[in-house]
């Protein structure tokens, strides 16, 4: 048996790598924790699925008794506390870091970031970046976020995970047709 481990990106700019350490149970809490997998942080990346924006491991020894963590660590190998432990199942999965918010066509209220045209009309494969505010601002656009398009419905074809805390500037655009429109959204 093998289980897939996914876990959304930490949105941090100097995140390096994620650890993964795996226990064996004992009596339903995890035994002694062994290390793992250490995966680059590398947006886009061979741990990294684009579609569903989370990176993934596939333990080949794996299975649904064992426990699992995982950290981040940025370039200066300093470490987020681990994640709480978990088992894998169909219907589990790993908890998000603390502090990261989901953006995406209703975030906050329903279909405030959709892109539309000036009619309203919804506009399909528009691309959208998100940045910090104080990224954009200081035209610093390499420290890009997050990126996706448009559906049919002007709605975000996946969602982009973002830092609470932070204003952060979303930007629509489709070359020959529309914008660059911007919004801004502050992240509580």
């Known amino acids: 048996m093998s289980v897939r481990l996914t876990w959304l990106p930490n949105t941090e700019s100097d995140i390096d790598h994620y650890e993964w350490q795996r226990a064996d149970d004992a009596d339903h809490r995890p035994g002694t924790w062994a290390d793992l997998v250490s995966i680059p942080h590398t947006i886009p990346g061979p741990n990294y699925d684009v579609i ?19 950290r981040a660590l940025d370039l200066d190998f300093n470490a987020s506390g681990w994640s709480d432990p978990f088992q894998p199942s169909e219907s589990t999965t790993p908890p998000p870091f ?28 528009a691309q959208i970046r998100v940045w910090k ?26 969602p982009i995970t973002v830092e609470a805390g932070f204003t952060y500037v979303i930007q629509f655009f489709k070359p020959g047709y529309f914008g660059p429109n911007t919004a801004e959204v502050v992240v509580p």
């Open 52 to 70: 569903s924006n989370r990176f993934f491991y596939v333990d080949a020894a794996g299975d649904t008794t064992k426990w699992y963590r995982m």
């Open 133 to 158: 505010k104080i990224d954009f601002d200081l035209q610093n656009f390499e420290a890009v976020v997050g990126v996706t398009t448009t559906t049919a419905t002007g709605g975000w074809h996946q």
């Open 98 to 125: 603390p502090n990261t918010v989901i953006l995406y066509e209703d975030y906050d209220v329903p279909n405030a970031l959709q892109a539309t045209d000036p009619d309203g009309a919804p506009i399909t494969d």
